[in-house]
């Protein structure tokens, strides 16, 4: 019999729905059953592509007697970190406080007051590894809550004052100039792998938001190293097994220093951060490797993940079926020679071995290996490479697929409009700038709906029950901005300040400080407030890029205010941590440069507009647009005109601004940086 989550649009939650545990969604209803019954709360917290996540449940939680033991004791609550940011990131900070490490899934003993007592993360079914099973963990806290209660009371009130005293330093004094910047490269040209590229060792993650940083700076300064740790980080990943060199697209993340073997789920955030970032690399550079990896990202964003409303969706699995009929992680992507052998042939099948990295022992699991590009080959026909890719690609589709999470996160969608936006307009591809704009179409649509605020998720084209958090404005904005940079439509403008508005009236605090949850959100037992990027732009810095270019377009004091003062967390942070607060360095980079705003007053798609779109400043913003009507539109190209008839661009920054050009060339040399 189905439990309460059937109701739910979470397809993580769907996914417990038939479980023999009575699970609760998160609610008040869930807290005040507890109190009720005077049992504690069980909160399992995870996300529909989370491996460890899918076995836990297998082991545990389609287990009778474990779920009847747990209905028995507690009240159960799954929560979807996907779709409740702020629970996760609340709890998150005590388990780690506690524990010294987390992760997913996470498991957390609450009081009816939805105070934490004891943690963990993955508990096995028996006792494993000095860790103790699940059971065993039930039966302790039920003990404890039974026998010494006046002792779970006192750690949870200690860990709750703990949470509630951990204020945050943001800075406070100013921005981040030069010399904070100069430490923050610095910092990560110390963390950086010379030999395989990236920062740190394993596991290791692609550090998109680091490498915007690091183009930017080379952009504005001319730093010759910053370039070469972007382009060879992003060579690496993109030879690596962490790009999927069939179908396009990039893993979560590489479980070696050498980007070998990936962790297989596909999260939407990572490739449409890694999309702008090789477009980008490309605009710096020319690269063809970059521009190739830019638009298969991008089409594998589209092939892949778009939802039949025009949005896009969250992640696909590491798991599927492998031949035997196993679940297992990796066996949609892994070939073993053989199996290379019965698609190709022999004389194929060695090419393609030699090619992508395939050997007889395997690089992965069971003598498979991953795909990659160990570039040891030397000069290779590029037309039997790919004749060989096409036949690998069609005989994959036939495997079980991975699952897709079809839940629309309005954040994520923000940061795949500006990577398709822009990627479109660099690479002459309208269909993917048309693909950016159905999927702002379905966020103002569904996301905005008639409560103009901001909803986190969809599914189905049904907007689901949780507020948006501060990342989804800040990120939806940003999207938004890029929309209008490329298409000259300045109703995106328009929908980006709506949005940034609510920013400063909802999400900001004294002294420029920004909180994850707005004002009037619900209560948790501490206000959510982080400003660091992990995977994605933390909520913080994606609001601080988003004010800044917002006021770079209307000259609007009161959000370039705003910007500057969530940046105080960056000059605090960026030299001490730069791998952490990549975003905060790009937007740095770009309140350093001004931004410059860049005026075109001609046709959108013409030549001028494509010169300013391909400009390299650090965060330019470009409105493009003729006739009467464009000062309407966007408020750069209010006095505006033609000069002797001909399309005209206009390039300011600080208040300044420079004679109009109407050759392209010239415009060139102005927005190189």
Same mark, same amino acid.
């Given at each position: ?33 507890? $109190? ?10 995870? %996300? ?86 699940? =059971? ?16 779970? /009371?006192?750690?949870?009130? $200690? ?32 963390? %950086? ?32 190293? /910053? ?17 999927? =060199?069939?179908?396009?697209?990039? *893993? ?130 590029? *037309? ?41 307009? %660099? ?25 103009? $605020? ?14 948006? @958090? ?42 420029? =400080? ?8 619900? =209560? ?75 005026? @075109? ?18 965060? /330019? ?21 033609? @000069? ?30």
């Amino acid at each position: 019999m189905a439990n309460r989550l059937a109701q739910t649009t979470s397809p993580y939650l769907l996914q417990h729905a038939d479980n023999p545990v009575d699970w609760w969604p998160w609610s008040p209803e869930a807290f005040e059953e507890a $109190r009720k019954r005077d049992v504690p709360v069980l909160l399992s917290v995870g %996300y529909a592509s989370c491996h460890w996540c899918h076995v836990m449940a297998h082991e545990s939680f389609e287990d009778d007697d474990t779920a009847a033991y747990l209905n028995a004791h507690f009240v159960p609550v799954k929560v979807d970190r996907e779709e409740r940011p702020d629970v996760d990131a609340v709890y998150m900070e005590a388990v780690q406080a506690a524990t010294g490490h987390g992760g997913w899934p996470m498991t957390v003993f609450l009081t009816p007051d939805a105070e934490p007592f004891y943690f963990g993360t993955y508990f096995p079914p028996e006792p494993r590894h000095g860790s103790p099973s699940f =059971q065993q963990v039930l039966e302790g806290v039920t003990t404890a809550w039974t026998d010494r209660r006046e002792e779970v /009371a006192e750690v949870a009130g $200690r860990i709750v004052a703990d949470l509630a005293g951990r204020s945050l330093v943001h800075g406070g004094d100013g921005v981040p100039g030069e010399s904070e910047v100069a430490q923050a490269l610095l910092g990560l040209t110390r963390e %950086y792998d010379e030999q395989h590229g990236g920062f740190g060792g394993a596991p290791k993650f692609p550090p998109a938001m680091a490498v915007e940083f690091l183009l930017r700076h080379y952009a504005r300064t001319g730093a010759e190293g /910053a370039l070469q740790m972007a382009a060879d980080t992003c060579a690496a990943m993109a030879r690596g097994g962490i790009y999927d =060199q069939l179908g396009g697209g990039f *893993a979560r993340y590489s479980v070696d220093r050498e980007w070998i073997v990936p962790h297989f789920e596909k999260m939407l955030y990572d490739n449409a951060l890694l999309c702008r970032v090789y477009a980008h690399l490309w605009r710096a550079t020319g690269s063809d490797e970059a521009r190739r990896i830019a638009l298969e990202t991008a089409d594998f964003m589209v092939r892949e993940l778009r939802t039949a409303e025009g949005g896009l969706a969250s992640a696909l699995d590491a798991d599927s079926e492998d031949a035997e009929g196993r679940h297992v992680e990796g066996a949609f992507y892994v070939w073993t020679p053989e199996q290379l052998r019965e698609v190709l042939g022999e004389d194929d099948a060695a090419f393609a071995a030699a090619y992508f990295g395939v050997t007889e022992e395997g690089t992965f699991e069971e003598g498979a290996s991953v795909l990659r590009l160990p570039g040891d080959t030397g000069p290779v026909d590029a *037309a039997r490479v790919a004749g060989v890719r096409a036949r690998l690609l069609a005989a994959r589709d036939e495997r079980p697929h991975p699952g897709r999470d079809d839940k629309v996160v309005a954040a994520w969608n923000g940061l795949a409009i500006a990577a398709l936006a822009e990627t479109g307009a %660099y690479f002459d591809r309208p269909d993917l700038v048309e693909r950016a704009t159905e999927a702002a179409d379905l966020l103002v649509r569904v996301h905005l709906g008639e409560v103009a $605020r901001l909803t986190r998720t969809s599914k189905d084209g049904r907007a689901g029950d949780n507020a948006g @958090v501060l990342e989804d404005y800040g990120d939806v904005a940003e999207g938004f901005l890029a929309l209008a940079a490329v298409t000259g439509e300045g109703a995106w403008l328009e929908f980006a300040g709506f949005l940034l508005d609510i920013v400063l009236e909802q999400f900001t605090g004294e002294g420029g =400080q920004l909180y994850d949850t707005a004002h009037d959100a619900e =209560q948790l037992i501490r206000r959510p407030q982080d400003p660091t990027d992990s995977a994605t732009p933390s909520g913080w810095t994606a609001a601080a890029g988003a004010l800044l270019s917002y006021a770079a377009y209307t000259g609007s004091e009161a959000h370039r205010t705003a910007a500057e003062g969530a940046l105080g967390v960056v000059k605090a942070l960026g030299p001490r941590v730069p791998r952490f607060v990549g975003w905060g360095l790009a937007v740095a980079e770009a309140l350093l440069d001004g931004p410059r705003e860049v005026a @075109v007053a001609g046709p959108v798609g013409g030549e001028l507009h494509r010169t300013a779109l391909l400009g390299r400043a650090p965060g /330019a913003v470009v409105a493009a647009g003729e006739g009467a009507g464009a000062g309407a539109e966007f408020p750069l190209l209010v006095d505006r005109p033609l @000069v002797g008839g001909e399309p005209t661009a206009y390039v300011c920054r600080h208040f300044v601004c420079d004679a109009p050009t109407t050759d392209a060339g010239e415009l060139a040399g102005k927005l190189g940086g």
